[in-house]
Nanobody, 121 residues
């Protein structure tokens, strides 16, 4: 019913920048919070950043001051601008959205398929 498609991952040198995008589509009535999570090999998935529909944000301590999350509600899109990338940022990055589907009153969490970010030192 709802699909999230990420783009913008890739290989970058330490100190470089990347911008991730995630577009939500389908039977969407309302999107509440949206966010980015990441999972490195052998580690659990962790929160990177989240943003409410009103624009309030929160970040993992490890990315504060380097990453910026934003969204375009009209386009059902969330972005993650990543600057000053470090090797420890290497992971698969997943988009997440809390969505109320048309015809329901439930808020369900949807996930994208993930996009690889590799930072070489």
């Amino acid at each position: 019913q709802v699909q999230l498609v990420e783009s913008g991952g890739g290989l970058v040198q330490a100190g470089g920048s990347l911008r991730l995008s995630c577009v939500a589509s389908g039977s969407i009535l309302i999107i509440n919070g949206m966010g980015w999570y990441r999972q490195a090999p052998g580690k659990q998935r962790e929160l990177v950043a989240r943003i409410t529909s009103g624009g309030r944000t929160n970040y993992a301590d490890s990315v504060k001051g380097r990453f910026t999350i934003s969204r375009n509600n009209a386009k059902n899109t969330v972005y993650l601008q990543m600057n000053s990338l470090k090797s420890e940022d290497t992971a698969v990055y997943y988009c997440n959205a809390d969505v109320i589907v048309i015809g329901t009153l439930n808020v369900d969490a949807y996930w994208g398929q993930g996009t690889q970010v590799t930072v070489s030192s």
